[in-house]
Every structure is written in C-alpha cells, then in structure tokens.
C-alpha cells in the first residue's frame, strides 16, 4: 500500500483546511487509516483514526475541531481540520496498519510522506 498526502498548507488561526491521502491497492477498506502528526522538535503523536467499520476515535487536542473519514470507493481518507490553532502545526502523516484502531505508531505499516500543515496567529 503506498500513501499520498495532500491539502496541507499556511493558514490563519480559526480556518480550515482538509487533508487527503490516497491509498493504492485493493485492499485499502479491509485496513485502519489513521492520521498522525509531528512538530518541530515533538514526537509524533496520534490524531485520529477511523476502523473498517468507521468508528473513529480523537485526540482530545483535537475532538470537536476535526473530523477523519474515509470513501472506500476512492480509497482515500480525509481529515477534515476546523477552527484551526497554531499548536496544531506540524507535518502531518497518514498511516495505515491492520489493527481495529490504535493510537501508537508501531502499530501502523504503511506511511504516507507527510504534509505542512502552518497556522499562523
């Protein structure tokens, strides 16, 4: 499975900005997507998920501002970022693993490059 981020970009604080990463393969609805972010200087660290079955689960940094889904039809998942903060920049990956869901990057195999994400005060 390759993966190919794109919508990333340079915003003010309160904007919005949706992120796509399209899957190659077959199998992309049998896998868990999920997207996942790293600051300068930070680790990286988890911001959402969505499963087979679309249940999605959030950082708490981020519930009720972004919003994770996916269209298996054209193998993609997006993640749609509302009332955007400058703490939210950082590249941001997408990521695809075999596990129902999880928030830890060992259990993801497939990376996609990453995306700028900057949001200016």
């Known amino acids: 499975v390759q993966l190919e981020e794109s919508g990333g970009g340079l915003v003010q604080a309160g904007a919005s900005l949706r992120l796509s990463c399209a899957a190659s393969g077959r199998t992309f609805s049998s896998f868990a997507m999920a997207w996942f972010r790293q600051a300068p200087g930070k680790e990286r660290e988890f911001v959402a998920y969505?499963?087979?079955?679309?249940?999605?689960n959030y950082a708490d940094s981020v519930k009720g501002r972004f919003t994770i889904s996916r269209d298996n039809a054209w193998n993609t998942v997006y993640l749609q970022m509302n009332s955007l903060k400058p703490e939210d920049t950082a590249v941001y990956y997408c990521?695809?693993?075999?596990?129902?869901?999880?928030?830890?990057?060992?259990?993801?195999?497939?990376w996609g490059h990453g995306v700028q994400v900057t949001v200016s005060s």
């Open positions: 969505i499963n087979w079955v679309r249940s999605t």
């Open positions: 990521a695809a693993g075999t596990y129902s869901g999880s928030l830890y990057t060992n259990d993801y195999t497939y």
